[in-house]
């Protein structure tokens, strides 16, 4: 066993000479080559390549061309395909323009369709063009639309006023609704008007609320307001805090200046603390005084 342990190890140390090294070497160039060859790369030298080599490259070179072709690139070489290749190729082109054609794809190639496929996508493009239509895209051809249709799609047309006008996006044009319709989205109008006054966003207008809405309305700003104060908000305005809220704002700042201190973190205004309180915070917590000039 250690005679074989030594030999191993001779050899591991023999292949540290110059001739294993460039040995080792030029078989990694090889490999890299070979890799260049096969993936079709411009630092390929085919002139290297062994036999076998060279059959792995045509291989992987014949499959590219004929993944080229099923993707439709022009460097497809129809050329090189086996006759199943290209009879699979044709059937798989066939069916994947039928399909392009069915969702109305502007890579379809009509004159590919037999008679009884161009049937089916002439009725697949008819309805395309009708939902386009209802759905007011671009697309829409109205010169293609029966007179079924074409009631159809203004039906679909107002709708779409109506929806628009009811939840204040898009295009609203008020004239095309009936007198229920215009009422509804008049009441959608306020009751959107309300909502945004009580978020306080700025697409409330107050003088559309009503003297309840506006109590409301009036009773949240208040609280949003406060709370702003409260958590040092920049949109605080302390003018519009009643007694009541600016006692509360005072005992809420007492108390946090006051943990402040007593923890370390946060601003702490010594001038602030009671006698009681300024005895309570520990040595190691006072904070360093603020230099004034």
């Known amino acids: 066993m250690k005679l074989t342990n030594q030999r191993l190890?001779?050899?591991?140390?023999?292949?540290?000479?110059?001739?294993?090294?460039?040995a080792s070497a030029q078989a990694t160039d090889r490999d890299q080559n070979l890799s260049a060859c096969k993936n079709g790369w411009g630092s390929c030298d085919r002139s290297v390549l062994t036999q076998p080599e060279?059959?792995?490259?045509?291989?992987?070179?014949?499959r590219r061309n004929l993944s080229d072709c099923r993707n439709g690139w022009e460097?497809?070489?129809?050329?090189?395909?086996?006759?199943?290749?290209?009879s699979a190729l044709a059937v798989f082109t066939h069916e994947h323009n039928f399909s392009e054609c069915m969702?109305?794809?502007?890579?379809?190639?009509?004159?590919?369709?037999?008679?009884?496929?161009?049937?089916?996508?002439?009725?697949a493009e008819r309805k395309h063009n009708v939902s386009d239509c209802a759905s007011g895209a671009p697309s829409c051809d109205q010169s293609q639309l029966t007179q079924s249709e074409t009631r159809s799609v203004a039906a679909a047309e107002h709708q779409r006023n109506v929806s628009n006008c009811t939840d204040g996006f898009g295009s609203c044009n008020s004239s095309a609704l009936t007198t229920s319709e215009a009422?509804?989205?008049?009441?959608?109008?306020?009751e959107r008007n309300a909502w945004n006054c009580m978020k306080g966003w700025g697409s409330c207008d107050h003088s559309e609320l009503t003297k309840p809405e506006a109590n409301t309305v009036a009773a949240a700003e208040d609280e949003r307001n406060f709370s702003?104060?409260?958590?040092?908000?920049?949109?605080?305005?302390?003018?519009?805090?009643?007694?009541?809220?600016?006692?509360?704002?005072?005992?809420?700042?007492?108390?946090?200046?006051?943990?402040a201190c007593l923890k370390g973190y946060g601003y702490c205004d010594r001038s602030l603390l009671t006698p009681s309180?300024?005895?309570?915070?520990?040595?190691?917590?006072?904070?360093v005084p603020p230099q004034h000039k």
């Open 54 to 62: 060279a059959m792995e490259v045509a291989a992987a070179e014949h």
């Open 103 to 123: 969702e109305g794809w502007s890579k379809c190639d009509h004159s590919g369709l037999t008679r009884r496929e161009a049937a089916a996508v002439a009725l």
């Open 183 to 190: 009422a509804r989205v008049a009441a959608a109008g306020r």
């Open 9 to 22: 190890l001779l050899a591991v140390l023999g292949c540290l000479s110059l001739p294993c090294l460039l």
């Open 277 to 287: 309180e300024a005895g309570a915070i520990p040595v190691e917590s006072t904070p």
């Open 228 to 259: 702003d104060c409260r958590d040092g908000g920049a949109s605080c305005d302390y003018s519009q805090l009643t007694a009541s809220e600016v006692s509360k704002l005072a005992v809420a700042e007492r108390q946090r200046n006051y943990t």
């Open 75 to 86: 460097s497809c070489d129809h050329a090189k395909l086996t006759r199943a290749e290209a």
